[in-house]
C-alpha cells in the first residue's frame, strides 16, 4: 500500500506562521534587548508584515495540511482584524507597561502567540485544529490576564479566567467526541457531506449542543458570561483592550464556520439558528442592563462587550449569507471602537491603579481635549450612532435578521441599543458637563472621599493608537463602502 504524503502548503497559513515565527525572535532578542520597548516594535513590525501578505494572498481557496486548514477569504478578512487588533494593543502596551512597571519582552511575544491562536481558529475546517488554535490563544490569554502580579485582582482574574475556560475547553471537547461518534469524522465539510445526505442521530444534536457552549463562553454569551466583568476588570488595560476584541472574534469566526459549514444543511440548522436567536436576546439584554448602574469604566466596558456579542449574535442567528457579512463588518467596527475605548482608559489610569471610574473622566475636555473628542466618538459610535462605523455594523447584522424572517429579533436589537445610549453618553457628560474640581460624590454607589482626577499625560504610542481608532472609526462610518464591498468577497471557502 502506498504511503500517502500529506498535503502542507505552508504559503496557505504564512500570515500566522509569520506571526508566530515574530513571537519566537521578540523572545530570542529578549536576552540581548535592554530596552523592552524595542520588542513591542519589533512585535509591531511582524503584524504589519503578516497584514500586508494577507492581502496580497487575496481570496483564493487554498487547504493544507489534509484541508484541515483553509486560506479563503473569509479567513484572510480576520487575520486582518486580529492583526489591526494585536498592533492597536501592542501600542497601547509600550507606553502602559512602562508606566505600571511591568515592561517585559515576554508580554509580546505572549501577545503574539495568542493572535496567531485566533488566526488558526478563523483558518480551521477541522475541529482538532479549532480546539488548537483555541488553546494556543487561551493558554497565552491566562498568562497575559495575571501579568500584572503586584496586583491581586489581576491574579483572580487570571485564575477565573483559567478555571472557567478549562470548563468551556472540555464542553468543546466533549461536544467535537460526539460529533465524531455519530458522524465518523471531523472534517467540518466531512460533518455538512453526512448530515446534508439525510443522515440525522441524537448524538450529533448533542455535540452541537456542547460545542455552542464551548463558543458561548469564549464570545461571553449569556450564561457563560460571567467571567467577563471580574477578569476585564483586574487583567492590565492594554491586555483587556486585545482580550476584548481578539477572543470575541476568534469565538465567532470558529463557531460561523462550525455552523456554516458542519451544520449549515441540515435537519440541525433550524435549531441552531433559534438558539443563536435566544442568546443573542439574552446576552445583549444582560449586558445592557448590568452595565446600567456600573461606575468603574473597565466593568461597564466589561458588560458592554457582552451586550455587543447578543448583536453579533444577531447575524449568526440568520443563518445567511447577510448575516455574516454583517457579522465580518461588525467586528472589523468593534476592534477599532473598543480598542481604542480602551486605550482611553489606560491613558487615564493611574501609576499602581488596574481600573478608572467615572470621576477619571470628570472635565477630561478641559485637561486632555483630545482624549476627550476620542472617548466620545468611540462611546458614540458603541452606541450605534451615525455616522460612525458603529451604526453600520448594528444596521447589517438587524437588516440580516429582518431578511430572514426575524423582525422581532431586529426590534429587541434595537430597543438593547437605545437603552446603552444612558451608560455610554454618562461617560461623555462626565467629560464636557463636569469639572474636575467641581466633582461631588452624589451619585449613588460613590464613595465620599472622591479624588480629584490626575493630569494625563499622553505618550505618542498610545496617542497614535487612540489617534489611529479614533480616525477609523469615522473614516470608516463616514465611507463604509469600501469595507461593505470587501466583505461580499470574502466567502467562506
Known amino acids: 500500500m502506498p504511503i500517502e504524503i500529506p498535503t502542507l502548503n505552508f504559503i496557505a497559513l504564512a500570515p500566522p506562521l509569520i506571526v508566530?515565527?515574530?513571537a519566537l525572535l521578540v523572545l530570542l532578542f529578549d536576552l540581548a534587548v535592554t530596552d523592552k520597548r524595542v520588542l513591542g516594535y519589533l512585535g509591531l513590525v511582524g503584524v504589519v508584515i503578516a497584514a500586508g501578505v494577507s492581502i496580497a494572498m487575496g481570496p483564493r481557496p487554498a487547504t493544507t495540511f489534509q484541508a484541515m486548514a483553509i486560506s479563503d477569504g473569509y479567513a484572510l478578512f480576520f487575520n486582518l482584524v486580529f492583526l489591526a487588533t494585536a498592533g492597536l494593543s501592542i501600542l497601547i502596551a509600550i507606553d502602559y507597561l512602562e508606566r505600571h512597571d511591568l515592561q517585559r519582552g515576554e508580554y509580546y511575544a505572549l501577545l503574539l502567540f495568542s493572535a496567531s491562536g485566533m488566526m488558526l481558529?478563523?483558518?480551521?475546517?477541522d475541529l482538532i485544529v479549532v480546539f488548537l488554535g483555541l488553546e494556543i490563544m487561551s493558554v497565552a490569554l491566562y498568562i497575559l490576564a495575571g501579568f500584572n502580579w503586584r496586583q491581586l485582582?489581576?491574579?483572580?482574574?487570571?485564575?477565573?479566567?483559567f478555571i472557567l475556560g478549562a470548563f468551556a475547553s472540555a464542553f468543546f471537547l466533549y461536544g467535537a467526541a460526539?460529533?465524531?461518534?455519530?458522524t465518523g469524522t471531523t472534517n467540518l465539510n466531512q460533518i455538512g457531506l453526512w448530515l446534508s445526505g439525510g443522515n440525522s442521530d441524537p448524538m450529533a444534536l448533542v455535540g452541537l449542543g456542547l460545542l455552542l457552549a464551548g463558543f458561548?463562553?469564549?464570545v461571553a454569551a449569556v450564561p457563560f458570561q460571567w467571567w467577563t466583568p471580574d477578569v476585564y476588570q483586574g487583567a492590565p488595560t492594554s491586555v483587556t483592550a486585545f482580550m476584548s476584541v481578539g477572543a470575541k472574534g476568534a469565538g465567532f469566526a470558529a463557531l460561523i464556520r462550525v455552523l456554516r459549514s458542519g451544520f449549515g444543511d441540515s435537519a440541525y440548522s433550524a435549531d441552531w439558528a433559534l438558539a443563536a436567536a435566544v442568546l443573542a436576546v439574552l446576552t445583549m439584554t444582560f449586558g445592557n442592563l448590568a452595565a446600567l448602574p456600573q461606575k468603574d469604566v473597565k466593568r461597564m466596558l466589561g458588560y458592554s462587550s457582552i451586550a455587543h456579542a447578543g448583536y453579533i449574535l444577531v447575524g449568526v442567528a440568520a443563518a445567511s449569507e447577510s448575516g455574516v457579512r454583517g457579522v465580518l463588518f461588525y467586528l472589523l467596527a468593534y476592534a477599532f471602537m473598543n480598542v481604542g475605548a480602551f486605550a482611553v482608559a489606560s491613558a487615564l489610569e493611574r501609576r499602581g491603579e488596574f481600573s478608572t471610574t467615572q470621576r477619571d473622566y470628570a472635565g477630561l475636555s478641559q485637561r486632555e481635549p483630545l482624549l476627550a473628542v476620542a472617548m466620545t466618538v468611540f462611546m458614540l459610535s458603541l452606541t450605534g450612532m451615525p455616522p460612525l462605523v458603529g451604526f453600520w455594523g448594528k444596521l447589517f447584522?438587524?437588516?440580516?435578521?429582518?431578511e430572514a424572517g426575524m423582525s422581532w429579533l431586529a426590534i429587541v436589537g434595537v430597543i438593547n441599543s437605545a437603552v446603552s445610549a444612558f451608560y455610554y453618553l454618562g461617560v461623555v457628560v462626565q467629560m464636557y458637563m463636569r469639572a474636575p474640581a467641581e466633582y461631588s460624590p452624589r451619585l449613588v454607589g460613590e464613595e465620599s472621599d472622591a479624588k480629584k482626577p490626575a493630569a494625563v499625560n499622553l505618550e505618542v504610542a498610545i496617542g497614535t493608537a487612540v489617534l489611529?481608532?479614533?480616525?477609523?472609526t469615522v473614516v470608516l462610518g463616514l465611507w463604509p463602502g469600501p469595507v461593505a464591498?470587501?466583505?461580499t468577497m470574502m466567502p467562506l471557502g
Do not use: P, Q
Not at 485582582?153 to 479566567?161: G, L
Open 20 to 22: 508566530i515565527g515574530t
Open 121 to 125: 481558529m478563523a483558518a480551521a475546517t
Open 153 to 161: 485582582a489581576s491574579a483572580e482574574a487570571a485564575m477565573k479566567y
Open 178 to 182: 460526539l460529533t465524531y461518534g455519530a
Open 216 to 218: 458561548a463562553f469564549k
Open 397 to 402: 447584522v438587524f437588516r440580516a435578521a429582518v
Open 468 to 472: 489611529l481608532a479614533m480616525l477609523l
Open 485 to 487: 464591498s470587501l466583505v
